[in-house]
């Protein structure tokens, strides 16, 4: 949990980052939301990517034990 709450506070800080050098500029309006937007996702391709990773494999870790349990609970009905 703490992996995605990391990538995604980091996401945010860079938009805003983003949004308001573009606003220093002079872009305004949907424009600016857009724009901000596109530049944003690709610079946390380009620098978010070991954390996005560390994030990716936490989650699918919690996936994983979501199954089991599930799949233990299917068999303990099925023995019933």
Same mark, same amino acid.
């Given at each position: 949990?703490?992996?995605?709450?990391?990538? +995604?506070?980091?996401?945010?800080?860079?938009?805003?980052?983003?949004?308001?050098?573009?606003?220093?500029? !002079?872009?305004? !309006?949907?424009?600016?939301?857009?724009?901000?937007?596109?530049?944003?996702?690709?610079?946390?391709?380009?620098?978010?990517?070991?954390?996005?990773?560390?994030?990716?494999?936490?989650?699918?870790?919690?996936?994983?034990?979501?199954?089991?349990?599930?799949?233990?609970? +299917?068999?303990?009905?099925?023995?019933?």
């Amino acid at each position: 949990m703490r992996a995605t709450l990391s990538y +995604t506070l980091l996401r945010v800080l860079l938009f805003l980052a983003v949004a308001l050098v573009l606003a220093l500029v !002079g872009v305004h !309006g949907v424009t600016l939301l857009a724009v901000a937007l596109g530049i944003s996702a690709i610079l946390s391709l380009l620098f978010l990517s070991r954390l996005r990773d560390r994030m990716s494999a936490s989650l699918t870790r919690r996936v994983d034990r979501f199954h089991a349990r599930l799949d233990e609970g +299917t068999r303990a009905e099925d023995t019933d």
